[in-house]
């Protein structure tokens, strides 16, 4: 291929960092205010961090879900906005919401009743009997206040999704922004017992990102529904709760592939940090570390995902096939060549991270290491990513199934379960092993891009 084929001009850069910079900006904030709550929890003790770390494995299962769940809606949100059809718009934002609902109730119905059961998972026989009591006492009493902050983060992400696929991006990263300083606030005050705050630990910091939440949900929606001239699609979202029959069918077929694959990838991921789980608490604690820390990282990816499905999604829908191939094909670029600079400088950072931590010497070790491997893998984990997000914007849903999850349950965890079973390789190499694996999915990716059937105009 030309490398010029590769390579945007000084325009091209710049709408493209006008998209993805605020995405990064807030998600930066997020995840380092995250990093900062792991930090506060990791104070507390190796059982405490990974209580909490098992508990918000289970949330990372939801949230999967809830993503996917709106992407397909927003597939056509993009290309509605695209066409410049707001009433259709306005149509796949009530489908968002009544997606909400729904797996709202159905993680519920999971998560209340067996949230224990299933924490129980992650602890061994390896671990110690008093070990692995504490260990489930903190996290399910973290899970049971953290569970009420699903319902404002599900209505959050209908309203800025939504605001991010058609092109306005400031709105949730200054709800972003204001909402990850109020956890950070709160989880301060409240896991240490700041001034006239109790000392509640691992309780304290469930009750900040509820705090959070509110906030964050607050703005966003207020933001939404008092400048309908910037996005008049938001004006009338309530008066009736129609959708087209025809239209729901449409996007039903979009989404179902979607929210089972984000269900069975985020399912995935799980198992094998239980497979990881078999080599101890130890384990469990380094791996809550270093993907927190590699999270702070991946926002580089993750934000260029979002321009490819924000501005591809809206080439597609214009009905500019020939400019979308283009357009994909420099955001693939310029998103591994930023990544790799990122991941030289993680990689060089990866032994200051574990610093602030309260935890043994052997946790910090492992987690260290670890984070390097992300650093190594970030190039080929962007390149994975952005393929999935531009088969998802052309509406191969099914493909990107059959991509994404069905690799990681035919591939990846059918690995770390003989590997953690079968074998006593130790935790590194069974890291390394696993992690490796996404280099096929690159392999994969590349030549479903390079065949250019994704490309397709859906509204």
């Given at each position: 291929m030309n490398a010029k084929k590769l390579i945007g001009n000084k325009a091209f850069y710049k709408m493209v960092l006008g998209i993805t910079v605020p995405i990064i900006i807030q998600n930066g904030i997020t995840n380092f205010v995250n990093l900062l709550d792991n930090v506060m929890v990791g104070r507390l003790g190796t059982e405490q961090l990974s209580g909490v770390g098992i508990a918000n494995q289970l949330i990372f299962v939801f949230t999967l879900c809830l993503f996917g769940g709106l992407s397909g809606a927003g597939i056509f949100t993009a290309q509605f906005f695209g066409k410049g059809d707001h009433e259709g718009l306005r149509y796949s934002v009530r489908f968002k919401l009544y997606s909400v609902l729904l797996i709202l109730a159905v993680g519920g119905a999971i998560l209340i009743p067996f949230g224990e059961d299933l924490i129980?998972?992650?602890?061994?026989?390896?671990d110690t009997t008093a070990d692995?009591?504490?260990?489930?006492?903190?996290?399910r009493e973290y899970l049971k206040v953290a569970l009420i902050a699903l319902v404002p983060m599900a209505l959050t992400q209908v309203y800025a999704n939504t605001l991010r696929e058609t092109g306005e991006t400031v709105p949730p990263m200054v709800?972003?922004?204001?909402a990850v300083g109020t956890n950070a606030l709160f989880n301060w005050l409240l896991i240490f017992g700041v001034g006239p705050f109790p000392a509640l630990g691992v309780v304290g910091a469930a009750w900040g990102t509820v705090i959070a939440r509110v906030v964050e949900l607050s703005i966003v929606m207020i933001?939404?529904?008092?400048?309908?001239?910037?996005?008049?699609?938001?004006?009338?979202?309530?008066?009736?709760?129609?959708?087209?029959?025809?239209?729901?069918?449409?996007?039903?077929?979009i989404t179902l592939p979607l929210m089972v694959n984000e269900l069975l990838w985020s399912s995935g991921m799980t198992v094998l940090n239980q497979c990881y789980s078999t080599r101890g608490l130890v384990a469990v604690a380094a791996v809550n570390i270093a993907v927190t820390v590699a999270n702070v990282f991946n926002i580089v990816y993750m934000s260029m995902g979002s321009a490819v499905a924000i501005i591809v999604g809206n080439q597609l829908g214009a009905?500019?096939?020939?400019?979308?191939?283009?357009t994909d094909r420099k955001i693939l670029a310029f998103s591994c060549v930023l990544c790799t600079a990122t991941g030289v400088v993680m990689a060089a950072m990866a032994p200051l991270f574990t610093v602030f931590y309260n935890v043994t010497e052997d946790v910090k070790t492992l987690a260290a290491v670890m984070i390097v491997v992300y650093a190594v893998m970030m190039p080929f984990s962007s390149f994975a990513h952005n393929c999935y997000f531009t088969l998802r914007s052309g509406g191969q849903t099914f493909i990107t199934f059959l991509f994404d999850s069905a690799f990681v349950w035919a591939v990846s965890?059918?690995?770390?379960?003989?590997?953690?079973?079968?074998?006593?390789?130790?935790?590194?190499?069974?890291?390394?092993?696993?992690?490796?694996?996404?280099?096929?999915?690159?392999?994969?990716?590349?030549?479903?891009?390079?065949s250019g059937k994704w490309a397709r105009k859906l509204v």
């Open positions: 129980t998972l992650f602890l061994t026989e390896n692995a009591a504490m260990t489930l006492f903190y996290g709800a972003s922004v204001s933001w939404s529904h008092t400048h309908t001239r910037k996005v008049p699609y938001f004006k009338g979202l309530y008066r009736s709760p129609r959708i087209p029959l025809a239209l729901v069918g449409q996007i039903f077929v009905g500019q096939i020939e400019e979308a191939k283009d965890v059918p690995t770390g379960l003989i590997l953690s079973r079968l074998t006593d390789l130790p935790i590194i190499p069974l890291f390394i092993v696993c992690m490796s694996l996404e280099l096929g999915k690159c392999v994969i990716g590349f030549f479903m891009l390079r």
